[in-house]
């Protein structure tokens, strides 16, 4: 008789039970599994058994987790007696054929066991290695089987001030003995209701023009005033190299562009604040305001007059400092270090290797004396304990974090995925497109939850890939890749049409890259004002949130249990249906993805979501149907639009793209609506 795969169900009983008892055979090999743990798998769709004559010859047993769209290979075991028939393979090729849309088998295996040919022959690479948790420390291969998809990973409110170099017109505007005409201008920068808000910093260029100055009393008057400024010192090689970068793109530019001296000191200022870790630049110089698109596209820069910093400091803040909106609401708050408090943080944060309290505490002084103008962030919870701290500075278009570390706390690791994504997020903002987390040392849970986010190991830091792509596969991978070239590492190739579980790790892994045309559904959900408030405070609250709800990147909302096609993984709009009072709501304000889609009763899926969630037993119990069942919406990484669209703005953007639209309950809609709104609500003009 042939031998035939058969996924085991849940009913199937006698299957099961033969499975356990071939299973316990091989314990000592295999590991121990309790008969909950089949039954599960075969609930989840994880038991696939080799069947001859009603007798189990093997079988996988392999979890399909819901985070993630890979398989976990958890048992791979054939009888001893019928080895050599090929079942093992059997088994392998019959998890690709009934989930090709995942992209690999991951397992893991002891070394001593000696069992890399197998592995190999069935296909498995090496996939590195941990030491196990058993007595002995055993070393655990780690073995992969790629499945033919993009492999992206590896299992792996705020007084800051805006910080603002000037150029020599503007100091000289504000610290010089002779009044200059229209100085008026650079001196609104030192206007009182500014002392709170401005900084003003100098770089290397600046002394140079006034070491030039031919009148010695002006040339000494303006080396003294240079004590009210900050004084910022980037790295010299580094200067030089993103001044030539700056000079070939402005010629490219601007062919008619005279190529001497005075433009050479001009892009040095762009260069220099961009070493330095900052992003706007004041000038009253028409060539330098001439050069702006370039300095932006190249450096990262702003360039900007005066009076766009007075006019228009909350916009230019938010390049520099970031406001966490996820904790606003809690009881956590963030601030910047002070000085000479590094001392007291030596006690909270995790220190290895040569990275001791001393050389820890000294690292951290280094960040706010050293050449860059870092920004030092620090989390406490609601009784001032520190539980996070990271420090940031923007180089160009790459984040740089040199410090990433988390305090043991029961949120430890809810923290540690919280800051992976406050820190993509503030390099959103500040148009940076790579992160790099250059700590020799950062936090345990950090780097076990950066693999989940895109990081990826790149001489020896951890680095993610930020693609602002909206788009087709083609073009999300055309970014991704000159971003790769510029890191000299892989990339990998997207294609139109991939299934929805590829393209959701694709564009968890490169977010905010969405790929419009993949399998991946979108989703229009209704939500009313009370939960986008207590959610995603839009409309802002007045009261606390629960601190776990504040600094979790995942959340749940309830509805009716009726089915409107609903399938996971997705892409959600929210869409709040009214307005707390005349003329507001009735506007999509953010999108989300979407991880889990479960039907129960109210009691069950509280008890499940309380972590999660803002509404009480009763409020769940209210969302059920007349079934007595409520539908509940795992989601996450919710990004809140800057600009929301409007009923208006929705309704004509259906309308041009010829759809229909329902407002009334959770409905489908195209891809192509989604990009159109998504794009909307990022549009800055």
């Known amino acids: 008789m042939a031998i035939k795969l058969v996924s085991?169900?849940?009913?199937?009983?006698?299957?099961?039970?033969?499975?356990?008892?071939?299973?316990?055979?091989?314990?000592?090999?295999?590991?121990?599994?309790?008969?909950?743990?089949?039954?599960?798998?075969?609930?989840?769709?994880?038991?696939?058994?080799?069947?001859?004559?009603?007798?189990?010859?093997?079988?996988?047993?392999?979890?399909?987790?819901?985070?993630?769209?890979?398989?976990?290979?958890?048992?791979?075991?054939?009888?001893?007696?019928?080895?050599?028939?090929?079942?093992?393979?059997?088994?392998?090729?019959?998890?690709?054929?009934?989930?090709?849309?995942?992209?690999?088998?991951?397992?893991?295996?002891?070394r001593d066991y000696n069992l890399s040919g197998m592995w190999r022959s069935l296909g498995f690479v090496p996939d590195g290695e941990v030491r196990g948790r058993g007595r002995d420390g055993e070393i655990l291969d780690g073995w992969w089987l790629d499945l033919g998809h993009p492999d992206l990973f590896t299992e792996m409110e705020s007084d800051a001030l805006l910080v603002v170099t000037v150029d020599h017109g503007v100091f000289a505007d504000l610290r010089g003995l002779v009044d200059m005409a229209?100085?008026?201008?650079?001196?609104?920068?030192?206007?009182?209701?500014?002392?709170?808000?401005?900084?003003?910093?100098?770089?290397?260029?600046?002394?140079?023009?006034?070491?030039?100055?031919?009148?010695?009393?002006?040339?000494?008057?303006?080396?003294?005033?240079?004590?009210?400024?900050?004084?910022?010192?980037?790295?010299?090689?580094?200067?030089?190299?993103?001044?030539?970068?700056?000079?070939?793109?402005?010629?490219?530019?601007?062919?008619?562009?005279?190529?001497?001296?005075?433009?050479?000191?001009?892009?040095?200022?762009?260069?220099?604040?961009?070493?330095?870790?900052?992003?706007?630049?004041?000038?009253?110089?028409?060539?330098?305001?001439?050069?702006?698109?370039?300095?932006?596209?190249v450096a990262r820069v702003r360039v900007v007059s005066p009076s766009t910093v007075t006019l228009h400091v909350d916009e230019l803040r938010q390049a520099q400092v970031y406001r966490p909106a996820d904790l606003m609401g809690t009881e956590f708050r963030s601030g910047e270090v002070a000085p000479d408090a590094e001392d007291e943080l030596v006690a909270f944060f995790h220190q290895s290797g040569g990275d001791d309290g001393a050389a820890f505490a000294e690292r951290l002084r280094s960040l706010n004396e050293g050449a860059v103008a870092w920004r030092r962030e620090l989390l406490r919870d609601g009784q001032g304990r520190p539980v996070a701290l990271y420090a940031w500075a923007l180089d160009g278009r790459t984040l740089v974090v040199p410090v990433l570390r988390t305090a043991g706390h029961p949120l430890e690791q809810t923290l540690a995925r919280q800051l992976l994504f406050l820190i993509k997020r503030l390099g959103r903002d500040c148009g940076a497109e790579i992160i790099r987390i250059i700590d020799p040392h950062p936090s345990e849970a950090a780097r076990s939850a950066a693999g989940d986010d895109g990081f990826f190991e790149h001489d020896g830091r951890l680095v993610a890939l930020l693609v602002n792509v909206c788009g087709a596969a083609a073009e999300v991978e055309a970014a991704a890749g000159g971003l790769a070239r510029e890191l000299t590492a892989d990339t990998t190739a997207l294609r139109a049409g991939m299934p929805a579980e590829v393209a959701a790790v694709v564009e968890r892994a490169w977010w905010p890259a969405k790929v419009i045309d993949s399998k991946l559904p979108s989703f229009l959900v209704p939500i009313k004002p009370r939960w986008s408030t207590e959610l995603f405070n839009v409309p802002a609250m007045l009261i606390p949130r629960s601190d776990v709800l504040g600094i979790s990147r995942e959340h749940v909302y309830y509805r009716s249990s009726g089915r409107r096609g609903e399938s996971v993984p997705a892409r959600l709009l929210w869409y709040v249906s009214e307005g707390n009072s005349p003329g507001e709501g009735q506007m999509v304000v953010g999108s989300s993805r979407l991880d889990e889609v479960l039907i129960d009763t109210p009691d069950t899926l509280f008890s499940k979501f309380e972590h999660l969630g803002v509404y009480g037993r009763a409020e769940v119990q209210e969302a059920a149907d007349a079934s007595g069942r409520a539908m509940a919406l795992r989601f996450s990484d919710t990004e809140i639009f800057p600009k929301p669209v409007t009923l208006r703005r929705l309704t004509f953007l259906t309308k041009k793209l010829g759809l229909p639209l329902s407002l009334i309950s959770l409905s489908k809609i195209s891809s192509e609506l989604f990009q159109a709104v998504y794009e909307e609500g990022h549009r800055t003009t």
């Open 182 to 297: 229209d100085a008026e201008e650079s001196r609104a920068l030192e206007a009182g209701w500014m002392a709170d808000l401005v900084e003003l910093a100098y770089t290397p260029q600046l002394v140079h023009e006034i070491r030039d100055l031919p009148d010695t009393a002006e040339r000494q008057h303006q080396r003294v005033a240079l004590t009210g400024l900050r004084k910022l010192s980037p790295d010299l090689a580094a200067v030089d190299e993103r001044s030539r970068e700056l000079l070939r793109a402005a010629t490219q530019a601007m062919p008619d562009l005279t190529v001497d001296v005075g433009l050479q000191f001009r892009l040095r200022y762009v260069a220099e604040t961009s070493c330095a870790g900052l992003q706007v630049l004041a000038t009253r110089d028409s060539l330098l305001s001439r050069l702006a698109d370039v300095a932006w596209e």
């Open 8 to 110: 085991v169900s849940p009913v199937q009983d006698e299957l099961i039970e033969k499975a356990i008892a071939l299973g316990d055979r091989y314990t000592k090999t295999l590991g121990l599994l309790t008969p909950p743990a089949y039954r599960k798998a075969a609930e989840d769709g994880g038991l696939l058994a080799a069947v001859e004559a009603d007798e189990v010859l093997g079988y996988a047993l392999f979890g399909l987790p819901k985070r993630s769209a890979r398989i976990r290979l958890a048992h791979l075991c054939v009888a001893e007696e019928q080895r050599g028939r090929g079942i093992a393979r059997r088994l392998v090729k019959g998890i690709r054929e009934r989930y090709p849309q995942r992209l690999g088998i991951k397992a893991k295996c002891r």
